[in-house]
Every structure is written in C-alpha cells, then in structure tokens.
C-alpha cells in the first residue's frame, strides 16, 4: 500500500483519525509492514508494550483477566496505543485465530513520535478527558436509577412452572410466547397462584433479561401517579428510570380509580404523562420503553382491553395431578432452607390433598407442606394422618365409614352385594311373590304376599330413606327382569341399544313419572289394591314391564333414572339421607384417565371389571343422592380408591349444593296430597259428610279434589310471602320451587305415620297369614302392638316432620323467622290435619 493510501487508510478507519495529516504522514512513514500466523500471540497482559499494532486485515481475539468476556477484533484496530502514551504495562492479551497482517512500530520509535509532535498525546488527553466525563454522568445517572428503583427491583425468578399436566404444559407454552415480544401482558388468575413469579419468568426469558424488572404494588400507589410518571421538571419516575426494563403491575385491581385511565393510556400507546405541580405548565407527553406486565385477580375492562396477550393461570384444584410434583418441590425447597434431611410423602397423605380444593392455591399448599413437616418430629415420611387441610364444604361433616370399617368395604366389593343377592334371591323371589298375589286368597288376612307388600314393604322403605337414601333401588326387582330382558334381547336380536334422549328426559322425563305416579295412586284408591291381591301383582307388573320395555330399546338403566315412579319417589326421599355416595373429585382429576367407574372396562389395579354406573352417574359429579342407586359399581370399578360412602348431616344438600326441579315439587306435594287421599272415610267422618265412596264416579271425583286440595296452603303462604315482599323491600322472597323442599321432612312423615298402622298392627301376623295362605289353619306367634301405641308412634312421626321441617325451611332460606312464618304455618296446619285423620285425637 502506497503512502498516501496508507494514511488515508490512518484517517478514516483508525482511531487516529483525530491527528492533523503531517503528523499521519510521519506515523505512516515509520510503519512496516508484518505478516502473523494464527494462533500466535501477539501482546501478553501486563507487559510492557513491544510496539504500535494496526491491523490491516485477518481475525485476532482479546481477552483479560478482568473481564472474563472476550472480543473480535476487527481491521483499523490500533493496539497498545494508551498503554504507549501513559507508559503503563498492556491491559489485555492478543491471539491470532487467523492469518494476520499488521502494521507496526516499534515502542522507541513511537516515543520519539511522541517527543517531536506533542501533539499527539495532548490529543488523545483531550479525547480520555471527554470520555471519562461521559463515563461519569452515566455512573452518575445510573447510580440515580438504581436508588429509584432498588426498592421495587425483583432480583430473580423463585421457581419454574412445576408439573406435566395440560395445564402446566400450556402455562409453560404461554409464558415462552409472551417471552419472545415486548407486548404488554395481564396475567389472571385466582389469589396464590404466585402470578408475580410468572411474571418474572417472562422477563427473565426474553432478550431483555439483563435490564432490571420492578414490581409495584398498585394498592400502594398514590393517586397522583407522580411515582410512576415522576414530575415535570422534577424527579424522574419509575417508568423513565427503568428504561427498557419490565414494569410489573401487581394486584391492577386494587389501582386507585384515578389512574385508570392513565395507566390503560400506558399501555395501549407506551406514553405517559409526567406529574406537573400547581400553577405549573402542561408537561409534554413522554413515551415508555419498559415492558409491561400486569397481574389481577379481578377483571377491569377499560384496562384488559388495552392488554396483547393474557395468561389466565389455572387454579390447583384443576391441576391435582401435578400436586405430587409440587408437593415433592416444596419439601426439597423447605428442606434445604431449614436444613432438613430429605423426607417423602406417602401416596395416601397426596390423595388426602387431592380431596381438597385449595381456595389459597400455591400458598396454601406450601403453608400446608411447611406444617407438615414441623410435625415430623424426626420421622422422614409424611403420613395421612400429618397432612392438616381444611375442608372443603363438600366434605365438612362428613364421615367416611369405608375407611372406618373395612369390612364393610369389603363386603360392597363382594359379588354378594348386589349381584348375588339380586340373582340368587330376588329374582326368584318376586316372581314366587307375583304367582302368590295371582293364585293365593286375595285379602290381606290370608296372603302373606300381599301382607308383605303394604305392611312390610311401604314402612320399611319409608324408614330406609333417612338413613340409606335410594338403597332399595340397588336390590329392586322391577331393573332385575329389566336387565335380563335387555341381556337376552341383545343375544336374540344382535344390536347396538339407543343412547340416551337426555335432553328430552331431563324436559319430560320427571313429569312422566309424576303422571304415572298420580295414576297409580287413583287406582290404589278406588279399587282398593291394599286389599286386593291380583291388582297388588298387577301393578307390580306393570312396573316391571316398563323397565323392561325401555332396558330392550335404550342401554343401561333408562327407566330407573327416568321414567320408574318408585324410583322417582325414592330419589326425592333421598335427598333427606343421612348417607351419601361421593368419589374424591381431586383423586378423580389427578389420577383417573380411564372413567371406569362410569364408562365401565377391564379390571385395573384394585378395580374390577363393570359395565360402569348404571345410571350414567360420575360418582365425583354428584351433588345430591336423586341419581345414585347405591348399586356400588362404582366402588367396585375404581382403582383408585377415590369413592367414598359418607355419613352426614341428614338432608344437607338441600341447602347447599341442591338444585330444584319443578317436577320434583310437583312429585312432592303428589306424596304430600295422598296422605288425605289414604285417609278418605276419617275425612269423611271428621267432616260430617256423606261423600257416598261406594258409587265409582262420586269416590274419583272426591279422590281428585282430595289429591290437589291441600296443595292450597303452601300455595297460600307462598302468596302471602310474595305480599310481604311487595311490602317490605328488604325482605326479597325465595322461588316457591326452592322453599317448597322444606316440606319434605312433613311429607316422609306423614306417609311413614300412615304405613305405621299396616306394619305394627298387620305385619306381626305375618306367620299365621303365611299359614292362612297355604290352607292351613293352627295358632301361631304373633306380634301386634296397642293401638295406644301405634297412635304415639304416629303422632311422634308427624311432630318430628313438623320440626324437621321448619328447621329446613329456614336453612333453605336463610331468612328470619318471622320472614318465614307464612310457611311455617302451613306446615302445622298440614300436620294438624294428618294428625286429625291418622292419629284421630
């Protein structure tokens, strides 16, 4: 390269440049020219320097021990030039990785450069002093910065997104998303579920890692904003402060209302407002560069609309297959801070969490793992019984009694219960009961039979209902003949069987049952089945042919759940159980893939193989005992063990988790009504009239009225409910069809005070009218109470509904007393007149 070239060469690409050209043209006389292999080094730290390096081209690496970064350097590097001039030792070590072509001059001949043109190092002084006064106000800006922003600095992120659900998956999924742009982002979400810490993971994902991240806390903002937006003229805030670093906004809901339309300015332009003083001029708007970050546990729409991207988190209690995950990270966590020798936790103590619903997420699940592991005392396994939750509503007061009697677990696992019992005893067993009613004499004196039916049956069932709900529907005949109907059907006439017409069941299935249920209940009456054999087997054969009618056309048990009267009946009764089958609604969802308790498949684990639930019941879905036959397929199905027989408060999910139908009251106050419908010569006689029941038309007709009358004083009270809330306009009355429930403990009893007669007067005969039925003739034991007796029982049955009733009343309604007296009154009027005709004093 000629000279010329060499010191336009000096002047353009150099940081030389700042030289006149003679004093260019001097260096460039004195340079030569050196041609370096690679990997040779050139300069060694903290020597003294050899000579004045340019590189002309090639690629050369520095690096020093201060620094533990290295860089390329390119061509018009100058080396060793400050190291000359202060006649200081080299500050970083030089390596070839190419070829290299250098210019160079040696140290002495640079000197005597220095010695005749002074003005080479005045120059570069002059340069150095400008730069060192740069370097000092951004130390000193920097160091302004960091003591705004040092109290709200998030140093790093606590932890990842623990967990392999679909749910942790698509968290994880969304927050490298938004990671990956600088659009703003509201992350939404329950309380505890450490939404700041996924912020952080935003930032420290993204290409702005390195810039700081701050966290505010919006209900401690002044209403002003001025910390945010700083103040015009003023002290800059935190927003100019922070650059182009992560703003996060926490708990936005709690953001005092006067700045939600700054902030929702903020973030849909990136421009902000700064503070002015009183009196003072309007400031100009200034535009953010920070990312921001918003967290909320409630919705404000003039600022969500604003927002790119929201992350909604799940809550705990629909990600309890990641529990034992996080439950495990916790106690390393907790462990290793509290120095702690490693512990586990049982699978039993993680299905007791699963139970649980966690309405404080994360923190509470944390809280609970620290507790657990102060109780230790030593032990390196948490068991069930250290494990201390609350209770979820759907679990106070309840109790069990699988896990508190084994046996009986055992024994509703067995192929006794139901199966055995169904198809070694019951199926034989009605149809022996059947051909009785038929062949038998057809009075209740002489046909055991029919004596079983109206004085056994009727009261037992009735006295079932409070303590075991819907269980005669599990051993009844009806589905029995029902099943086998439906297996022979389908070996005959190879088929796939209906689905089911859900929505028109759930529309009319109820009021099908209602109106079968009213028909039945008439010709009970006005041809005396209670003492008529034949039409006793009738009536039970026409129940049966229905379900197997329906089990030949639609799969599993359609009837039952939808169509059967008595079951209808038994799954209103049930609501009032002190019993109730449930599954582990955190086991299910964690755990459970297959849904063999309600689909039905192979054997897996502990759980055998079915044909699931009968009635298309989850066991984890239900909230009130109508649907579940206490069949127990869904016991026997689960290998996990989540299902669960409880013990409760009797009737509890009627004020809380139940769901009124207007089928159901209309099926209620049909069972309230045939209490006076079975009591027709008392009402006759207390009344004074002659209402002629031996003639067919007067005795429907009077059966009708009886059968819709006394509905008017529920009616009644409800009207004048509605008064009083025209009235009073704090007191807002509840839906007639929910307060209507409350008179179901009245209606139990009233049908249970009625059958009391037929069972402790006829149902200890059973044995001479076994005899009787058979054509014999002899003494035999027997057992009848007083009629005193019968009538305390009676009475006592209708005082306790009359009590149960109220007491539900107001639990349903949650309302005063006085509010409720309407109804409450009705309630003893009812009673009083059962008491009139059933008790008769």
Known sequence: MNLPDLVSFLQHKTCLSILSTDILTAIAVNLSEQT???????????TAPDALYIVQSGRLASNSALESSQSSLLSGTVLNLYALLLDQPTQYQVETITEVKVWLINREQFQALIQQYPQIPQAFSQQLASQVKELSAQLQFEQERQVILRPYLVSKAKRGVIGKSRYATKLRSQIKQAAQTKESVLIFGEPGLEKDNLATLIHFGSANRRQPIIKIDCSKLQTSGAELFGRSGGKPGLIASLQE??????????????LIPAIA????????TPIIRPGGEAAEPQRSQARIIIISEQKIPAINSAVANLIKVPPLRVRKVDLDEQINYYLSLIGRNKCLQRTKITPEAVRNLQTYDFPNNLRELESIVERALAQLQGCDEITEEVVWQSQSKKKQYRLNLLNRYPQLRYWLRSDWYPTRINYGFTLGFFAFIVLILFFAPQNRQENFALNMFWAWWWPLILIGFPFVGRLWCAVCPFMIYGEITQKLSLILFPRSLKKWPRQAAEQWGGWFLFGLFALILLWEELWDLENTAYLSACLLLLITAGAMIFSTIFERRFWCRYLCPIGGMNGLFAKLSMTELRAQQGTCSAECTTYQCYKGGAAKGEGQETNGCPLYSHPAQLTENKDCVLCMTCL??????????????PGIELWTTHIPHSYEVALLFLLLNVVFLHRLPEISTRLGLDLHLERFSNHALVSIIVLTAPMIFPLLAQGINILIGKLNRTFAPHKFIELAYGYLPLVLAGNLAHYLRLGLSEGGRILPVTMATF????????LVAHPAVIAFLQGSCLIVGVVLSILLTQKIARQQFKYLLPQHLAIAILARGMWQIIVGF
């Open 775 to 782: 054509g014999f003739n002899g003494s035999m034991p027997m």
């Open 36 to 46: 370096i292999a690679a990997q040779q080094t050139i300069i060694t730290e903290n």
């Open 245 to 258: 670093g992560t703003l996060v906004l926490n708990n936005i809901h709690l953001l005092p209302k006067e």
């Open 636 to 649: 026997k199905a689960c290998p996990h063990r989540s299902v669960e027989f409880n013990l409760r408060p």
């Open 265 to 272: 300015n903020l973030v849909k332009t990136n421009q902000y």
